[in-house]
C-alpha cells in the first residue's frame, strides 16, 4: 500500500459521498429524472403528480431526508436497547402494520408536509395518500381512489429504500377489491410510478449482513461487554452503528462497553484489533488510509493490524501498521487509538 501519515486534519476523503448529515449513509441511488423512468411517456404526463415529485426533490435533493426515516423507523419498532430485535420477523404482527403508520408521520415530520384535508399530506397544493409496504404490495382505501400517492417501500436486509408518486386513477388500479373495498395498482399503475428515489442505500444494519449463525455466537454470550466483545471480533470490516452496539450490549452505557479503560478497545487490543470511531477525523483517515472500511459518526468499524516496514500502510503513533488479512495471530498488540 502507498504510504500516508495520518494526521488531526478534519478533512475526509473526498469519494466518501453521504447520504446525510446524520447517518452518513453512501447513496447508491441518485434522484431518478423522468427522463430514466420506465413506462413513462409524454401521453401519460399528470400535472399535480409531477408537482408532488418536484416538491418532494426540493425538500430532499438527495435522498437524505428520507434515508434517515426510513432507517430511524426499522430501529424505532426493533427497540433493539431493550428487546434485542433486528430483523422485521421478529416483529409482533401488530408492530409489522403499525410501520406504515410510523413511516407516514416520521417522513411528515422530517419533510414538513402539511396536513391533508381528506389524506395524509398536502404537498404542492395536492392531497397525497402516503403507502407503505415491505413487499411493494400498497393497498389503496377508496379515498385515494383518483388521488396522488406516494408510494414507499424498504429493505433491512439490502439497506435499501424507494420512494414514487403515482395517480391512483380507474386506468392504474386493480378491478378487484378486498373486504374493506381496498386494492391495489395494476401493471400500468406500476409502471406509471414516478420513482423519486429507487433503491437508494440507508445505513446498514450490520446484524443483518452477516451469518445468522454468527449472530447466534454473538448474542449468546451472557453479559452485555462479552457481546460487544463477540461482536468486534467478528464483525470486522463493517460500519456498526450505535443502534446496533445498543441492540447487542441491551444496557443503559451500552457506547462505554466499546472504549478503553474495561471496554472492548482495551479487551481486544491484545488480539490486535483496532476499533476506529466516525465522530473522530482522525480515526476516519486511518482506517481510509488503511484500505479499510470508513465509519461515519455514529458508527465505529472493527479491524486486525499487524506492524509493517516503514513506508508501508499507515504511521500511527511512529510505527507502522496494515491490516491483517487473513487469520493469523495477531504478532503484536494493536496501537491505541488517537483521538
Not at 3 to 22: A, K, L, M
Not at 56 to 85: E, H, N, S, W
Not at 269 to 289: F, K, M
Not at 303 to 325: F, H, K, S
Amino acid at each position: 500500500m502507498a504510504r500516508s501519515t495520518v494526521s488531526g486534519r478534519t478533512n475526509t476523503p473526498n469519494d466518501q459521498r453521504s447520504c446525510c448529515g446524520t447517518c452518513q449513509t453512501p447513496l447508491s441511488s441518485a434522484p431518478v429524472t423522468d427522463d430514466a423512468l420506465p413506462g413513462f411517456s409524454h401521453e401519460s404526463y399528470d400535472e399535480g403528480v409531477t408537482a408532488v415529485v418536484a416538491e418532494i426533490r426540493r425538500c430532499d435533493p438527495d435522498g437524505t431526508k428520507m434515508a434517515k426515516v426510513f432507517r430511524a423507523t426499522f430501529d424505532q419498532l426493533y427497540d433493539g436497547q431493550r428487546t434485542g430485535r433486528y430483523r422485521v420477523d421478529q416483529l409482533f404482527k401488530t408492530e409489522k402494520t403499525h410501520f406504515g403508520t410510523l413511516i407516514e408521520i416520521n417522513l411528515q415530520r422530517e419533510l414538513q408536509f402539511n396536513d391533508g384535508i381528506v389524506l395524509d399530506f398536502e404537498i404542492a397544493g395536492h392531497e397525497v395518500d402516503c403507502k407503505y409496504s415491505h413487499t411493494g404490495q400498497w393497498m389503496l382505501p377508496v379515498e385515494s381512489f383518483e388521488q396522488i400517492v406516494l408510494v414507499t417501500q424498504a429493505d433491512d436486509r439490502t439497506a435499501t429504500w424507494s420512494a414514487g408518486v403515482v395517480r391512483a386513477s380507474e386506468a392504474n388500479r386493480r378491478l378487484g377489491e378486498n373486504r374493506d373495498k381496498k386494492t391495489g395498482l395494476n401493471a400500468v399503475g406500476r409502471s406509471q410510478i414516478t420513482w423519486v428515489f429507487k433503491d437508494a442505500a440507508m445505513q446498514p444494519n450490520a446484524l443483518l449482513q452477516m451469518d445468522p449463525a454468527t449472530v447466534f455466537r454473538i448474542m449468546s454470550a451472557r453479559s452485555g461487554q462479552a457481546r460487544i466483545n463477540e461482536l468486534l471480533r467478528l464483525a470486522t470490516n463493517r460500519r456498526i452503528s450505535r443502534n446496533i452496539i445498543a441492540t447487542v450490549a441491551q444496557q443503559d452505557d451500552y457506547m462505554k462497553r466499546v472504549r478503553d479503560n474495561g471496554g472492548a478497545r482495551g479487551a481486544l487490543r491484545p488480539e490486535g484489533y483496532l476499533i476506529l470511531g466516525g465522530d473522530y477525523s482522525i480515526q476516519r483517515n486511518i482506517a481510509y488510509a488503511l484500505g479499510a472500511v470508513v465509519p461515519e459518526p455514529g458508527e465505529v468499524v472493527s479491524v486486525r493490524v499487524e506492524p509493517t516496514i516503514p513506508e508501508v500502510g499507515v504511521e500511527i503513533a511512529g510505527e507502522w501498521w496494515q491490516l491483517l488479512a487473513d487469520e493469523r495471530q495477531a504478532p503484536t498488540p494493536a496501537p491505541r487509538v488517537p483521538r
